[in-house]
Each structure stands twice: as structure tokens, then as C-alpha cells.
């Protein structure tokens, strides 16, 4: 389900106060340059577990992830949705399938409340043609993500169920860190998603992490999940 405000927000400063939060596309460009990308752009704001987009439609421009979390999904061969890669702000997202020509391959899902932009295609090509600094972040970013989604698909089909779950859980770690004491993951997954982010049902994966739990490597609170043992939990994470 997807159910989402939408604000026109010309004239703010948006892409230069993200260019501050390390968005790495636009490391290096100019202020004016960047306004570029701010002229008629749109911000929309999703409620957690919202369609940001889904396979099969087109891109209509260039989304931005400026506050929130969002996953990515794929149909593997077997018809079964596995996530792929994860984003947190500030970064863009569906990017590549933006400039193939063709339709989004990917679902994407918020995992919190989010504020996205939408940056009108024309614009994003206009400063991809005119500043060599811009177009060499975006290629450096899509070998970023097209490697991560290579690295998830492979480790999924060659890896045992409780190193998977291990994998997806330092996954998460290495996206969205900890919290303040250290060893909480700062990110609320449904053990629905980290079953996705596993590949394997949720029986499986919930039969998995109560494994880790009474092996002492990690300890689950209520909906948070903690890492008490990290160097344990990188060694099954390696095991294949």
C-alpha cells in the first residue's frame, strides 16, 4: 500500500543542506550547481511499510532519500521476494534504473517513516552532461549498489541458514549502526524482513536467532535486537 504526502518545495536549499549529510553523489559539486537539482522538485513523506516504488513502473525522476530507511526487494528465480540492499538518508535510490531507459527492476519499502524527494529526470541529466565531478559520483555510486546486490544474491545461495541469519544481521549493523550502548541495532526489522533479508521463511529465521540468542551471541529485547558477541557472530557470518 502506498499513501504519501506530496510538497513542492522550490526555492529551499534542500540539496545543500543533504550535500552537508554526506549524500555521496553530490560530494564536490557546487551550490550552484546543486540548485539545479533543487528547481521544481517534490518532497513526499511515507509512513512506514509504503510502496516507494515497484517493479515494473517507470521512473519519473530521480528519488532521494532525505530522511527515513528504506529496503529494496527482488524476485529471486524461484519467484520468492528477497531484500537486496538497504538505504538510509541521505542517498538516492533506484537510481540505475532510472537512467536504463526501462522500468524499475526492484521493489522499495520503507522501514520507517520517510521524507523522499523527487528530482525531475531532465534536471538530473542536465547536470550529469555539465558536471564531470556529479557524473562520476553517480557512476561510482552505481557500481556501489550493483556490487552490494551481487555480494547479498551470492551470499544467499551459498551460505547455511544460521550464517545468513549472522550475515543479515551484521548487514544491518554496517548500514544503520548501533545504538548508544554499543550493541543494539538502530533499526527496528520485523523478523518478517530479516527472514526477506535471510532468504528463508520466518520460522526459520525466528528458529535462528533464538539459536544465536542461547549461544550468548546476541540478545533479543522486545523488538530490539542486540549484539553481545560481535566476534563470534563475523566468524558464522563467514562460514559457508
Not at 533543487?38 to 515494473?56: A, C, H, P, T
Not at 555480494?151 to 545468513?164: E, G, Q, S, V
Request: charged share 25%; proline share 1%.
Amino acid at each position: 500500500m502506498t499513501s504519501y504526502e506530496v510538497n513542492n518545495c522550490e526555492g529551499t536549499s534542500f540539496c545543500d543542506s543533504c550535500q552537508h549529510s554526506k549524500n555521496p553523489c553530490l560530494s564536490g559539486v557546487h551550490t550552484l550547481d546543486r540548485s539545479i537539482l533543487d528547481s521544481d522538485r517534490n518532497v513526499m513523506n511515507y509512513k512506514r511499510g509504503d510502496l516507494v516504488f515497484r517493479e515494473g513502473t517507470f521512473p519519473s525522476g530521480l528519488f532521494c532519500l532525505r530522511e527515513g530507511k528504506v529496503m529494496v526487494t527482488k524476485k529471486d528465480q524461484y519467484n520468492n521476494e528477497v531484500v537486496i540492499n538497504l538505504h538510509k538518508d541521505v542517498s538516492f535510490i533506484g537510481i540505475s534504473d532510472l537512467f536504463s531507459g526501462g522500468p524499475y527492476t526492484t521493489d522499495c519499502y520503507a522501514l520507517t517513516d520517510c521524507q523522499i524527494c523527487m528530482i525531475r529526470k531532465d534536471h538530473v541529466n542536465e547536470l550529469l552532461d555539465n558536471n564531470k565531478t556529479f557524473s562520476r559520483n553517480v557512476l561510482k555510486e552505481m557500481a556501489a549498489h550493483y556490487h552490494q546486490s551481487n555480494k547479498r544474491m551470492l551470499n544467499l545461495t551459498k551460505k547455511y541458514m544460521r550464517a545468513r541469519v549472522a550475515d543479515a544481521l551484521h548487514f544491518l549493523m554496517e548500514t544503520y549502526g548501533l545504538q548508544e550502548d554499543g550493541k543494539t541495532l538502530a533499526v527496528y526489522f520485523k523478523r518478517k524482513h530479516l527472514a526477506l533479508l535471510s532468504n528463508m521463511n520466518i520460522s526459520n529465521a525466528i528458529r535462528n536467532l533464538s539459536s544465536l540468542q542461547k549461544d550468548g551471541i546476541i540478545k533479543i529485547i522486545n523488538k530490539d535486537i542486540a549484539i553481545e558477541d560481535m566476534d563470534r557472530l563475523l566468524a558464522i557470518k563467514d562460514q559457508e
